[in-house]
């Protein structure tokens, strides 16, 4: 396989148009808004950036990371989800991927219950992307839907999610640098417990 056609198809992972339902959840965004906690642009990208470093950075980039090389840690990552909605989340995203993946004909793939960074490392393995690239392009793909959950319940402009895309998005690299050699860490009291009251938040856009 070409380099270039690699890239497309790490493209087409990393893509909106991907149906897996991302577009449908905030994880915890959407309950932040409503405690008053993200009320603008500066408090949304502030919001964004501390999910990114503290929790994705730590946890899940790692363990998709080690996905990537082969090790199975589908069971630690869902055990690592403090909430129901962002295990539900993670598991209807998991099977909506590995349905898509088993339509086109991409194998092998992980049974039970998949987490997404499963179902995305088994792509990245069948595909033979370059691990590095898709490590970046999860992130960017979180980043985006993040920024685009902002948009939709703070509310804010086009222009003011594209700059904490720029802003954001120049990190994702020395992330990923980061995430090569990192421990595994998932403590995020705040996310937690914003992410619990999601679940009985009276009126709400997203799934988490």
Request: charged share 20%; with cysteine; glycine share 6%.
């Amino acid at each position: 396989m070409s380099q270039l056609v690699t890239l497309a198809r790490l493209l087409q992972l990393a893509s909106p148009a991907l149906p897996v339902g991302a577009y449908s959840y905030s994880q915890g965004l959407e309950a932040a808004v409503e405690a008053g906690i993200v009320k603008d642009a500066a408090s949304a990208e502030g919001w964004i950036a501390d999910v990114l470093e503290l929790c994705v950075a730590r946890m899940e980039a790692p363990i998709l990371w080690k996905l990537m090389q082969g090790e199975p840690l589908n069971e630690l990552f869902l055990a690592s989800r403090e909430s129901a909605e962002l295990r539900a989340e993670t598991l209807q995203m998991g099977h909506s991927l590995c349905t898509l993946l088993k339509q086109l004909d991409v194998a092998p793939l992980p049974s039970g219950e998949v987490a997404f960074p499963s179902a995305f490392a088994a792509a990245v393995l069948a595909w033979k992307i370059e691990p590095r690239e898709a490590l970046i392009a999860y992130l960017w793909s979180w980043l985006e839907n993040q920024v685009m959950a902002a948009i939709k319940t703070v509310p804010l402009g086009q222009t003011a999610g594209q700059r904490i895309l720029l802003s954001l998005g120049g990190r994702l690299e020395r992330i990923a640098e980061e995430v090569c050699n990192a421990e595994f860490n998932n403590f995020a009291p705040g996310l937690a417990m914003l992410s619990s009251q999601h679940e009985t938040q009276y009126s709400r856009l997203f799934r988490s």
